[in-house]
């Protein structure tokens, strides 16, 4: 009985490690994303950040809704956050929507409210909201998606 002790420990130390392998790729999607541009912010819900010169922010609420496959939405893959821009004692809030980009034309929505301007006394910063996929379907279609947040001073 002992000498298949060792056959059956290696048998299951190679099973482990092909189901680790298998699972460690769908975990670690984020890593194969793109680096993002030092004015782009990947946002978090409820975490302050600084951002361009001396403002902070804050998302107080940060929508992603992507369309099931299977599904037939009335509006496809999009993003939404409600924002907090914070200067000094100042604050001003914004609230923006954009679709999540994905090579096809969005033509038939052209009401995007993905960009503003926001201003501290003298100073205006343009505030833009873009949203991507962080994991696609075999098909192409995004199952998972990010909001980011641009901003930089004019």
């Given at each position: 009985m002992k000498r298949y002790v060792n056959p059956i420990f290696v048998?299951?130390?190679g099973l482990s490690a092909v189901i680790f392998a298998c699972k460690s790729g769908d975990e670690n999607i984020l890593a194969k994303l793109p680096e993002?541009?030092?004015d782009h912010y990947a946002l978090t819900q409820g975490t302050l950040f600084p951002a361009a010169a001396g403002i902070n922010v804050v998302a107080d609420t940060i929508y992603i809704s992507?369309?099931?496959l299977d599904a037939s939405c009335l509006v496809q893959d999009n993003v939404s956050a409600s924002?907090?821009?914070i200067k000094g004692a100042e604050t001003r809030s914004v609230r923006l929507f954009t679709f999540i980009?994905?090579?096809?034309?969005?033509?038939?929505y052209p009401a995007s409210i993905d960009s503003t301007g926001v201003r501290f006394g003298d100073d205006v910063y343009k505030v833009i909201l873009k949203g991507r996929y962080t994991s696609t379907t075999e098909t192409g279609r995004g199952k998972a998606g990010q909001a980011?947040?641009?901003v930089s001073k004019l």
């Open positions: 048998c299951l130390f993002l541009p030092s992507i369309c099931p924002i907090r821009l980009e994905d090579g096809v034309s969005r033509k038939q980011i947040l641009q």
